[in-house]
């Protein structure tokens, strides 16, 4: 198995706020369509798919209830390549709709970090420090 | 901001379990060791980071509750480049220790896919159809 992860796909309440939140609100760009019912992101290396979560549950079985609650879990995270921005992404992530839970702080590892929800309270985290290193292509060297 | 997930982070129950499945299992490459008590994988593009459920949500915040329940409300997709892989994959997951919940099968949207869960439930598709195009990093043309 190559050590890759294709897609990310959040299955969502509202297909079309979604859409808004991540194409106009954050900027990520895509070709899709709200009318294909399901949307790619072309952010680097792993895409960001968006789908209905109805669909999305019902897509692995019929018989998956896909009523969430509590902590989906997971967190997504985007590294910056400075500290400023930081605060920038958590102020433009907040004016396009989502939730700022956790206000950019140093943090116990090291790094400047803090956390916005999404519409779906999808958690992503925005984080720099020093010691991240970038490749060429945007990815962290891990 | 760009458009690029830099990490996405697996809230894990046993972490010493999940970095086994992902390690040994599939084989993903890593430099990462238990004792850090935080794990990066070098898949390509984003990251996959496994780290304990608690722990996670409590980075976000003390407030939240990290029990989960339900449906996590997200898919990892792996694409494959040929059909047989799928299958491959899936028999791969399986003796790692997943679960194989959906069958490799023809489906609507006219690929070939099926579903694997990892030792916490989160849902993997590892799915092949003839007019996905591949990058030469891998990744997928959308």
Redesign the interface.
């Known amino acids: 198995?190559?050590?890759?992860?294709?897609?990310?796909?959040?299955?969502v309440i509202d297909l079309e706020r979604s859409f808004r939140f991540y194409k106009e609100g954050?900027?990520?760009?895509?070709?899709?369509k709200l009318e294909d019912g399901i949307i790619?992101?072309?952010?680097?290396?792993?895409?960001?798919?968006l789908y209905p979560?109805d669909k999305?549950?019902e897509?692995?079985?019929p018989q998956?209830?896909?009523?969430?609650?509590?902590?989906?879990?997971?967190?997504?995270?985007?590294?910056t390549r400075t500290k400023e921005e930081v605060d920038?992404?958590l102020q433009?992530a907040e004016k396009a709709g989502g939730v700022v839970?956790?206000p950019p702080q140093m943090?116990f590892w090291g790094g400047y970090s803090g956390?916005f929800t999404d519409q779906?309270g999808?958690?992503w985290?925005v984080a720099w420090a020093e010691f991240w290193e970038f490749n060429k292509?945007?990815?962290?060297v891990?």
């Open positions: 198995m190559e050590a890759r992860i294709s897609i990310i796909t959040l299955g954050l900027g990520f760009p895509t070709q899709g790619f992101f072309q952010t680097s290396g792993t895409r960001l798919g979560l999305l549950a897509d692995v079985s998956i209830n896909a009523e969430r609650s509590g902590f989906p879990g997971f967190t997504l995270a985007h590294n920038r992404v433009l839970v956790k943090v956390y779906d999808y958690y985290e292509d945007g990815s962290l891990v």
